[in-house]
């Protein structure tokens, strides 16, 4: 599905360590630093997930030219990132944790931003959206005019969800919902002259509903899951299942998202709401925004800020090809190593003849989604018979090098059969990406996948990029 997510983004930094001994400057903990996290935050966050779930996400926000945006632009690989001129610097959220408690937080670049520009590509991303999800965390991107105009817009034939601000701009009218939480709820609803009684959920709400004019408004209400209102229509509860947290950052952005999703896939108001609360409660059971986070080590050895993220548990890239029909071992191995450490196993797979654009960005896109990438290579033969007597142009050996030579490509596997079934019997990858217009479970491989539990995404082919077309063009020019 073609997402689009407009919206703040934010730069989350968590420093985690231990601390056994004070400071003898001050009667302060001394935190020795073990690793340090970095994420994207606000918008950033919603179209990571998304992303991370197969979708076509673009980013319609605004990003500075400072280091913050660089860690940015590196923690949305796989994301469409269109951004308006720099108009302030990166808002960075530092946390400093020892163990699992909170000490202290530095918020620096949060002070208000002026509204940011917009472009004309923005705006066709807006238009072009199959769901919209709006992310406003108060900096800007919600009161530039012709963004507002083109939302409007799109949410006459789009599901447009809105996630506000209290700092933010107010929704335009006619999105499909407003996801407000409690508080804010409650925050507006007295800011405009009322005095909820008890919870004050429902009559928040409904004042709320008839402020923004949508079409409905959800409000959150944590472990207690959502309050559902319909314009003209009864209130109904959303129970949350019952899920351990130690940290609920994240929960709103995951429901937002998926709230989009499903309204975007035909299923009613109802529906759509328990699923996202029901998917905003098994996103914080797998730890958060906290699992998406790039790991940094700290120390000379620690990767530097180029770094997409943390390797495997082993680097096996040496290049020994096989028998076209049998598995290069180092794949297989690499796969055992990574789930054995706990890790995520992500494989993709093809011809890969004539090395291009729309290739590159599809394996860093998949990369991006687990702890290593292992790529199933059709040998010389297979190619052959799938492709005509004249293919491959590139031999499988030299195929495999060039794989091997990105830094998002931890190991090859050439199979020689049509299909890469049996390749993927053996090494059982965790995660099955493969580019193109169709959904995960249309892919032939999807029933295959889900035998051991993994899960196949897709991510879509990048229009005028294509080994045939490269081909064509050679063959006029030689």
Same mark, same amino acid.
């Given at each position: ?17 231990a ?9 302060v ?37 400072d ?8 923690a ?16 960075t ?20 931003a002026p ?5 004309a590509?923005?705006?066709e ?11 406003d ?50 925050a ?5 002259? #009322? &005095?909820?009684?008890? $919870?004050? /959920?429902? @009559?928040?709400?409904?004042?709320? *509903?008839?402020?923004? %004019?949508? !079409? ?8 207690e ?13 959303i ?29 009613? #108001? &109802?529906?759509?709401a $328990?699923? /996202?609360? @029901?998917?905003?409660?098994?996103? *914080?059971?797998?730890? %958060?925004? !906290? ?21 495997p548990?082993?680097?096996l ?8 029909g049998d ?23 093809g ?13 860093? !896109?998949?990369?991006?989604m ?44 050439v ?13 059982q ?6 580019g193109g ?42």
């Amino acid at each position: 599905m073609r997402i689009t997510v407009v919206g703040d983004v934010l730069l989350d930094v968590d420093i985690n360590g231990a601390a056994t001994r004070l400071s003898p400057d001050a009667p302060v903990p001394v935190v020795d630093v073990a690793d340090i996290r970095r994420r994207a935050g606000g918008a950033g966050l919603v179209a990571t997930v998304l992303a991370q779930d197969g979708h076509s996400v673009s980013l319609v926000t605004a990003l500075s030219n400072d280091d913050g945006a660089g860690h940015l632009r590196r923690a949305l690989s796989g994301v469409s990132v269109l951004a308006g001129a720099p108009l302030a610097p990166t808002p960075t959220k530092t946390r400093v944790r020892i163990g699992t408690h909170p000490m202290v937080r530095f918020d620096e670049g949060c002070s208000p931003a002026p509204v940011p520009a917009g472009t004309a590509e923005m705006l066709e991303a807006i238009a072009s959206a199959e769901a919209i999800v709006v992310a406003d965390y108060g900096r800007g991107i919600t009161a530039n005019a012709d963004i507002r105009v083109a939302l409007t817009a799109a949410g006459r034939r789009v599901p447009v969800v809105w996630d506000p601000h209290p700092a933010g701009s107010e929704p335009v009218a006619g999105v499909a919902v407003v996801t407000p939480n409690l508080a804010e709820a409650l925050a507006a609803a007295k800011a405009g002259g #009322l &005095a909820p009684s008890g $919870t004050g /959920a429902e @009559e928040a709400g409904r004042y709320l *509903l008839e402020k923004w %004019g949508s !079409a409905a408004v959800l409000v959150t209400r944590g472990e207690e899951g959502a309050l559902l209102l319909p314009a003209g229509d009864a209130a109904q509860g959303i129970p949350a299942p019952k899920t351990n947290v130690s940290d609920p950052c994240g929960a709103g952005d995951r429901l937002a998202g998926s709230l989009a999703v499903h309204l975007g896939l035909g299923l009613d #108001l &109802a529906q759509a709401a $328990t699923r /996202a609360v @029901e998917d905003a409660s098994e996103f *914080l059971a797998n730890g %958060g925004a !906290a699992s998406l986070a790039v790991v940094e080590a700290p120390g000379p050895e620690a990767p530097g800020p180029e770094a997409p993220g943390p390797r495997p548990v082993v680097e096996l890239k040496g290049l020994e090809l096989v028998d076209a029909g049998d598995l290069h071992p180092d794949g297989v191995q690499l796969a055992r190593a990574v789930r054995a450490g706990g890790g995520t196993v992500v494989a993709t797979g093809g011809c890969f003849d004539l090395l291009h654009a729309g290739h590159a960005r599809t394996l860093a !896109a998949a990369r991006s989604m687990g702890d290593c990438l292992i790529v199933c290579l059709n040998s010389d033969e297979s190619v052959r018979r799938l492709k005509g007597g004249y293919r491959p142009i590139v031999s499988a050996e030299d195929r495999a090098e060039l794989l091997l030579a990105l830094e998002c490509v931890d190991a090859v596997v050439v199979f020689g059969e049509d299909t890469p079934e049996a390749c993927l019997t053996q090494i059982q990858p965790d995660i099955w990406v493969k580019g193109g217009d169709y959904t995960p479970e249309e892919l032939p491989e999807a029933r295959l996948v889900a035998g051991w539990g993994g899960r196949c995404v897709t991510v879509p082919f990048h229009p005028a990029r294509s080994t045939s077309g490269l081909a064509e063009a050679l063959a006029k020019v030689s």
